[in-house]
């Protein structure tokens, strides 16, 4: 069982930055890959960014690459979602996933309904 906790939402001006964290708990979080998501009201959760279980590869939706950075740190069971440049459209509660499946282990999957465990959320609100 993994328990997954987001923080580092807020209210920021268009164009500043934010730093999410999502922290696991158990001893196995190094072996999991893990994605980031969002969902905006009266929308479906959608896709952020993804990174393997090395950390050694990631992969980004179109609407946020070259913006959003998203990294790990095995040793704090810690992940993390950089966001620079934000927009008013990046306003949303954003999740983030474990996919416990050696099959994804190294190219994550962008589709949330594979990830196995997800936290309560942290709401990004973004002025414009």
């Known amino acids: 069982q993994v328990q997954l906790v987001e923080s580092g939402g807020g209210l920021v001006q268009a164009g500043g930055s934010l730093r999410l964290s999502c922290a696991a708990s158990g001893r196995i979080f190094s072996s999991y890959a893990m994605g980031w998501f969002r969902q905006a009201p009266g929308k479906e959760r959608e896709f952020v960014a993804t990174?393997?279980?090395?950390?050694?590869?990631?992969r980004y939706a179109d609407s946020v690459k070259g913006r959003f950075t998203i990294s790990r740190d095995n040793a704090k069971n810690t992940v993390y979602l950089q966001m620079n440049s934000l927009k008013p459209e990046d306003t949303a509660v954003y999740y983030c996933?474990?996919?416990?499946?050696?099959?994804?282990?190294?190219?994550?999957?962008?589709?949330?309904?594979?990830?196995?465990?997800w936290g309560q959320g942290t709401q990004v609100t973004v002025s414009s």
């Open positions: 990174i393997n279980w090395t950390g050694g590869s990631t």
């Open positions: 996933g474990a996919d416990a499946s050696t099959r994804n282990r190294w190219r994550p999957s962008p589709n949330s309904d594979e990830y196995d465990y």
